[in-house]
């Protein structure tokens, strides 16, 4: 997900339409993979909006396709919605050996009916030693505990490297 955000988004006719800020899941359980609801694009004059996925005809090749209908009322978050780069990167979590480490990114795929889901997540064990940072392993989504609670002390670092090649304005919004 972190190589999308940025992206822009495209209409049909090939003109711009915004660019990409987040991507909505639903976090159903631990177990369960959390199914993806939809992108909040940020359109001219930073309204942020909701942009169903079932819309979205392309994602790839550094740029997001849609079918040219877009809602322009302004994205408000519910309950039971997570944005996925902003509310679970940089989130620590538990290792399947017992270990804590943090997420710095996540994998969406397709399943063959179409829907779209986070499946495997990046995530860095913390270091032994004062300093040091641990391994790196890519886990799928049920080996990992800690995703689906709230989290008070959220970090930034892994947050702030995938904004990393946003515009300045952008990132100040």
Known sequence: LSRIVGQAVFDPAGDQVGELRDVVVAVRSATQRP???GIVVE???RRRVFLPITRVTSLGSGQIITTGVLNVRRFEQRSTETLAIHQLLDRTVTLPDGTPGTVYDLAMEQDPRRDW??????VQAAGKRFGRRG???VLEWDEV????GAETTQGATHL????DEMRAAGVAN
């Not at 889901?117 to 990046?122: H, M, P, Q, R």
């Not at 505990?145 to 689906?148: A, C």
């Open 35 to 37: 199914r993806v609801l």
């Open 43 to 45: 359109v001219l004059g």
């Open 117 to 122: 889901y986070i499946s495997t997540l990046a």
């Open 135 to 137: 391994p790196h392993q």
């Open 145 to 148: 505990k800690g995703l689906t």
């Open 160 to 163: 702030l490297a995938t904004m």
